[in-house]
């Protein structure tokens, strides 16, 4: 083994702390990264792996810890800052300045923000595009995952690329003639507009993983089904869709976030300021609402809320959601 | 039954099954439904902007074929264009080489063994699912000149998001805030993938951490490496709604997606023009969509 005991990048702490607990002590083969970092597996018999769960309080344990606590705690603070201006009024902060202790903390802003914007509206309106678009767009999608991810045939490879490159495209691409055909359907500025061009635009990632999802249910399902002369909308229905549970969880929790959070579509698809979901219709709170950084903060903070939350309760089938994209 | 028809799925290839007609005709539809929709929404259009791109319409009175003449313009007399790709360039840049390095270096860091790990993940996750409109809203609250948390706190008089010069940095800081949590996801799938014998192995063979990572670890990610490059990318030609609640994509924020819009929804509609930049941008992405589509349907092919 190599005796180099300290280097200049071992000087990290950070690094050396929390090098795998196998090595204790720091060796190390010549450095860099095309070096021969690799030696042979057999001079190294005396580190068991047993050791690797049981690194009791080192050093660098304590200042990874540090670390990421001053990380997360400038992660929160963007938001934090946004729920604690909210709470103060007005008055106080435009006489004290916004760094500077409370005398009055209330919820009088959220009550101001809630009216004066009329956000119940505006949620109300993200409710009807997202509920119905999350629903149709799961529904389309794990038709056609289905056909793709269980028969084969000539255009199954083409048939996926096809839906999964056209999530990938900027929503700017295709806007233009979209809006034109949104006019001459008569769509336009309609929420069933809007709805519709969120399904097609989900469609893509939302047929990815659940074919690949599919795609590693055992084949065994459907030839019983066949023996038992199940056709196959019946074996989709009854006996691949129940399977498939999991995966829709997590894709209806995503998608519900990411059609909450769209602002594009609505804000070019409906004229109509009265019709947009909340998140598109922050483009208009912002200047004629919302006056102060106070209020600003407060409905910022509900507008917010709906997916922290449903982070919050639903934290595995958001991950899950988004890993299954991407790990085949 | 013979499986020949050609518009339903035809014979499979691995078993030889037979399907009813009934069955062939449920089959298409199941597929054929939702492709229309995506095909008469998403790819329609796209081809549609190919298409537009080319002549000199104005939505109202008779299109016009122009040929190049729109690219032509957009290159040498349309003031906004070349700003507007260069920031489009940063805007890559900035999430490619910083966010996502960060993001990555945090699911490193996550993946280990460490106490509280899934509170870090929660964190550094939470701006992920905020809308990026809605991040544009919250950092006003820190960038706001005589409001905001950073010149009061600092008593600093920066103009962070009116002053051209600087502000694209400054929204630039808050779209890495959401990016950073989005990429650490993706790694921390990606490493919990790669199996423990090789890091162990590594750590064994003498390999400091840094090494083992880069030559070892990092290597089996190359999945997950191409996904993280394409949502970088993706995000970046896509990057839209945090300059436009910010101040509409002007003085120093303009991007290639606000010059689009701006040109159809503006009162003078040059949808041929707004169309051959809608163009540009489709080009670009789709390098690395068919990069992506490759290296991901790479092993489906062969079998």
Redesign the interface.
Known sequence: MSAATTTPDESHPDRTGTSSATVVTQEEPPRGRHGTGRRSSTSAPSAAPGRKNKAPLRPGRVILHVGLIVWAVLWLAPLAWAVYTSLRPYSETAEKGYVSLPDTLNFNNYVTAWTQADLPHYFLNSLYIAVPAVIIVLFMSSMAAFVLARFSFKLNLFMLMFFTAANLLPQQVIITPLYRMFLSLDIYNTQFGVVLINVAFQMGFCVFVLSNFMKALPDELGEAAQVDGAGVWRQFYQIVLPLTRPALAALATLEFAWIYNDFFWALVLLRDGDAMPVTSALNNLKGAFFTDNNLVAAGAVMIALPTVILFMILQKHFVAGLTLGSSK | MTTTTQSA??????KV?R??S??RV??TL??G???L??L???????L??V??SFTRWN?VTAMEPVGFQNYQQLATIYPPFWPAMWHNVIWLLVLALVATPLGLF?AV??D?????TRV?Q??????V??????VG??????Y?QD???IN??TGANVNWLGNSDINLWAVLV?AS?RHV??IM??YL??LK?VDVSI??????????????F???VFPTLK??NV?VL?VTV?EG??A??IV??INKGTNGLEL??VL??N???GEASR?GF??AI??V??VI?LVF??T??VQ??K???AR
């Open positions: 799925p035809a014979a499979p290839p691995r099954r399907y009813s009934t069955d449920v089959l199941m597929l439904a939702p492709a929709v995506v008469a929404f998403i790819w329609g259009p796209a549609g902007s298409f537009l939505g945090l860091l996550l280990k063994n460490i106490k509280g870090y929660s964190i550094f996750y939470l701006p699912v905020l809308s990026l409109a809605l809203f919250i950092w006003t609250l820190l706001s409001q905001g948390l009061q706190l808050a805030w949590g989005y996801i993706l799938a990606g993938g890091k162990e192995a590594a750590a064994i063979d003498g390999a400091n951490q840094r090494q083992a880069f030559q070892v999945p997950i996904i394409v993706i030609l896509r839209f709604d436009y609640i290639l997606s689009i819009t040109n159809i929804i949808i707004g169309s809608a163009v941008l489709l992405s969509i068919i992506y589509l991901t349907f092993k489906e092919g």
